[in-house]
């Protein structure tokens, strides 16, 4: 099975321009959740999308949205960026049976970096 | 509520000796507990977790964990280091075995020398 695929692998933007990463999860896996990992805060739950509906959402500003598709590939959206907004973006996704979550899996990640 | 406290931002041990990596839980409810490790400039790989079964749980490269409930601890361990083990490690807690948001703890920087 091919693994979660998150691109790009790096960008660069301008405060106050907007960005959009993609994550595609393992096939099969429906559950996509989001992580913003920085050196100050370390990894921090932004949200989680199951069947193409948010299940869970950290506890980050309305700047910071996503979705899912049909086909379970996720995306997320960050708005007027901020110098602040610059790290790792994780993206994970997960097997659910009968609800029980099996683990999650990573992808490399999207390394933002706001100037 | 949930969370994880990893006790030691960095460890640092010569190759060929034991590793230890602390971490210490604190959940509502029956938690699923899990290691992750972090190369640099990489994304996060699953080195083992527990979910309710055998309370010592393998996991790849020679890392092991005990789950100690009265501990409220889920340390990870490996017998003999090596200089790949390098790299950032986290400990990881869910609330059971439902859908649920991952608390990662800050992480430890294992450091391998020769």
């Known amino acids: 099975k091919a693994g979660v695929t998150q691109t790009p692998r790096y960008l660069i933007k301008t405060r106050g321009q907007q960005v959009t990463l993609s994550c595609s999860p393992i096939?099969?896996?429906?559950?996509v959740s989001w992580y913003q990992q920085t050196p100050g805060q370390g990894l921090q739950f932004l949200f989680e999308?199951?069947?193409?509906?948010?299940?869970n959402k950290g506890n980050f500003p309305g700047r910071f949205s996503g979705r899912q598709f049909s086909n379970s590939r996720s995306e997320m959206n960050v708005s007027t960026l901020e110098l602040g907004d610059s790290a790792l973006y994780l993206c994970?996704?997960?097997?659910?049976?009968?609800?029980?979550?099996?683990?999650?899996?990573f992808g490399s990640g999207t390394r933002l970096t706001v100037v | 509520a949930q969370s994880v406290t990893q006790l030691d931002s960095h460890v640092s041990v010569s190759e060929g000796t034991p590793v230890l990596l602390r971490c210490n839980y604190s959940?509502?409810?029956?938690?699923?507990l899990f290691w992750y490790v972090q190369h640099p400039n990489k994304g996060l790989q699953l080195l083992l977790k527990?979910?309710?079964?055998?309370?010592l749980v393998k996991g790849i490269n020679g890392f092991e964990a005990e789950f100690k409930k009265s501990e409220t601890s889920f340390h990870l361990t490996k017998p003999s280091a090596h200089m790949s083990d390098a790299a950032e490690y986290f400990c990881?807690?869910?609330?059971?075995?439902?859908?649920?948001?991952?608390?990662f703890g800050k992480g430890t920087m294992l450091l391998v020398s020769p």
């Open positions: 096939s099969g896996h429906r559950s």
């Open positions: 527990y979910t309710s079964a055998a309370t």
């Open positions: 990881v807690v869910t609330l059971g075995s439902g859908y649920s948001t991952l608390t």
């Open positions: 959940s509502s409810y029956s938690p699923s």
């Open positions: 999308y199951f069947s193409e509906t948010q299940r």
């Open positions: 994970a996704s997960s097997e659910e049976n009968r609800g029980r979550i099996d683990g999650y899996t």
